[in-house]
């Protein structure tokens, strides 16, 4: 199966560039992966480049998630990430799924300095 980056996910999000966007759903019909990191890129730019609030990064990630052409790589973790963040937006969608990317991997407690994190079960904050 093919991948995804960073900016054809972006376009397909934003449809903010129209040829573009059109090109990247052309790449998409056939099937496409997303990986973490493309994915964590993505919420990252339409949050802070396009100014996304948190219900619009939730329902961006759900319609990935929902996409009948596109794979988001495991996608059951990045679900479970998503709904931490859908209740507790404070520790951002990255920092969700680094929790449960660790959790899949059987590698609790998750070691963090970060307060808004440790909020979450399976994460232990440091002092």
């Known amino acids: 199966m093919r991948?995804?980056?960073t900016n054809l996910l972006v376009?397909?999000?934003t449809r903010?560039?129209?040829k573009q966007a059109l090109a990247a759903e052309a790449f998409v019909a056939r099937g496409?992966?997303?990986s973490h990191l493309v994915l964590i890129e993505a919420v990252w730019v339409l949050s802070t480049v396009y100014g996304l609030d948190h219900r619009?990064?939730?329902?961006?990630?759900e319609m990935l998630l929902q996409h009948e052409r596109l794979t988001?790589?495991?996608a059951e973790?990045?679900?479970a990430a998503?709904?931490?963040y859908r209740q507790k937006p404070k520790p951002g969608f990255s920092d969700c799924l680094i929790l449960e990317v660790a959790r899949k991997a059987g590698h609790l407690p998750l070691g963090t300095f970060d307060r808004d994190l440790s909020r979450l079960e399976g994460t232990e904050r440091l002092p």
């Open 3 to 5: 991948a995804v980056d």
């Open 11 to 13: 376009r397909l999000v």
């Open 16 to 18: 903010d560039e129209p």
């Open 32 to 34: 496409a992966w997303i």
């Open 56 to 61: 619009e990064l939730v329902m961006a990630v």
């Open 72 to 74: 988001i790589q495991n």
């Open 77 to 79: 973790t990045v679900s």
């Open 82 to 84: 998503l709904e931490h």
